[in-house]
């Protein structure tokens, strides 16, 4: 800290906190608001365990998988569909926000303009990270097994929260360009339900009629959940089409969280600033 005196009046100003220690004081004000509420931890953790229970128990015996069983094909696909909608929090909490007027009160405090969005992405990813191993464990009491090495199995819990992390910006732009916070959760949903359910998480994408399984094939969340399968060596013994994103799954999703980083991390800045600044 550091103090500027002046003979007239004596002032004390302190330099403005750096964007990490910003950034450290919003996340913390955001697990408080879930401790508070723990109702938030709760859905947010019932709805991957009855993905889990539905799937593996309604479909496990009608769904046939090379070299493999359908539970642990399954996994793979639901730790995907988890991290993706689980993204959704940081759109809907700045929505709420905005409405409530929070974003008012922190445009009074000197604070870096990153500050909230930081603080947003980086707790819901905590809420992501319980979520999913939460999910892990009732997969485990489901019958679903890891089939590789604890660094690949390490590997691949990083490469689920890193892609989440990254939509997390996504979705927080989004947000933050609807009206209200109803908005976001009928634009997210049209958004992710294609996007998982067109996709190889639930049925292998061969299965599909020939349209579909061209938008499956180059799904970008079809690519995360074969990263995924590849490392926790759930893939049993089916090929692999013959498509890029798919023979090289984790290079895919590495170029595709760079790529949301670099685009949606200062759009959403930017558009923060410009909401803020009003």
Not at 52 to 75: R, W
Not at 93 to 115: C, E, H, N, W, Y
């Amino acid at each position: 800290m550091t103090a500027d005196v002046f003979a007239t009046d004596t002032i004390i100003t302190t330099p403005r906190p750096t964007w990490f220690v910003d950034g450290w004081v919003t996340t913390r004000r955001n697990l408080l608001k879930i401790q508070r509420s723990p109702d938030m931890l709760v859905f947010a953790v019932l709805q991957p365990i009855m993905f889990v229970l539905l799937f593996s128990q309604v479909y496990g015996g009608a769904i046939q998988v090379e070299g493999s069983n359908y539970t642990e094909f399954l996994m793979a696909g639901i730790f995907v569909q988890t991290v993706v909608f689980g993204s959704t929090f940081s759109g809907s909490a700045m929505a709420q926000d905005l409405k409530a007027g929070i974003v008012d009160r922190f445009r009074t405090l000197p604070m870096s303009s990153s500050a909230v969005l930081i603080g947003r992405t980086n707790s819901d990813l905590l809420l992501n990270a319980i979520s999913m191993a939460i999910m892990m464990l009732t997969g485990l009491l489901v019958g679903w097994r890891v089939n590789s090495g604890v660094p690949e199995f390490l590997a691949g819990i990083a490469l689920l929260l890193l892609f989440t992390y990254a939509f997390s910006w996504v979705m927080a732009l989004l947000g933050m360009s609807v009206k209200s916070p109803e908005a976001i959760q009928n634009a997210s949903f049209m958004i992710l339900f294609p996007l998982t359910f067109i996709s190889n998480a639930f049925v292998p994408s061969e299965t599909l009629p020939s349209v579909l399984r061209v938008i499956a094939e180059w799904n970008p969340v079809s690519a995360l959940v074969q990263a995924v399968r590849e490392l926790f060596g759930n893939t049993g013994t089916a090929p692999v089409p013959e498509v890029w994103t798919l023979q090289n799954p984790i290079l895919t999703v590495l170029v595709g969280i760079a790529a949301m980083l670099a685009v949606f991390v200062p759009l959403s800045i930017a558009r923060f600033t410009r909401i803020s600044s009003r």
